[in-house]
């Protein structure tokens, strides 16, 4: 059987996607006020609170007659990813080629523990940063976060 996060993705994945949103993760944990089953969505040019609640209005009803957490009480939240959020999946690397990114290491690789430059490619083995000195090829194993750099 499928667990909560992965049924309530199933459900809700293509109802976003006909209001032009797209359902980037699924998070059904315990908070300080119980169970918490939050949404997380994204589309170009950012999402507005209208986009949560429509969202939100639009899924209650399935969830409901769905029934992922077996009767079990929780809040429901539709949330934007922010805009610092790590990026995580293929999605987030297409999202994000030709932009900046920030790459942060668990050990120093090539002398550096923190590199700031373009994501101008990846694939499944890992992606390449292109820097005003070089460019590096890192493995996805090599960092302990990848997020865009955000310039007001």
Do not use: W
């Amino acid at each position: 059987m499928k667990n909560v996060k992965q049924q309530v993705f199933d459900l809700v994945a293509p109802i976003a996607e006909s209001f032009g949103l797209e359902v980037v993760e699924v998070e059904y944990a315990k908070k300080h006020d119980g169970m918490n089953l939050t949404v997380f969505i994204d589309k170009e040019g950012g999402i507005t609170i209208n986009d949560c609640e429509m969202l939100h209005r639009a899924i209650d009803e399935p969830l409901d007659q769905l029934n992922p957490t077996d009767d079990q009480p929780y809040i429901l939240n539709v949330s934007s990813l922010g805009l610092d959020r790590p990026l995580t999946t293929q999605r987030d690397f297409i999202r994000n080629k030709g932009k900046e990114i920030e790459v942060i290491f668990f050990a120093p690789y090539e002398g550096n523990k923190k590199l700031v430059g373009v994501l101008t490619d990846f694939d499944e083995n890992g992606f390449t940063l292109t820097t005003k000195e070089k460019q590096y090829a890192i493995g996805y194993g090599k960092p302990a976060k990848i997020k865009p750099v955000i310039k007001f």
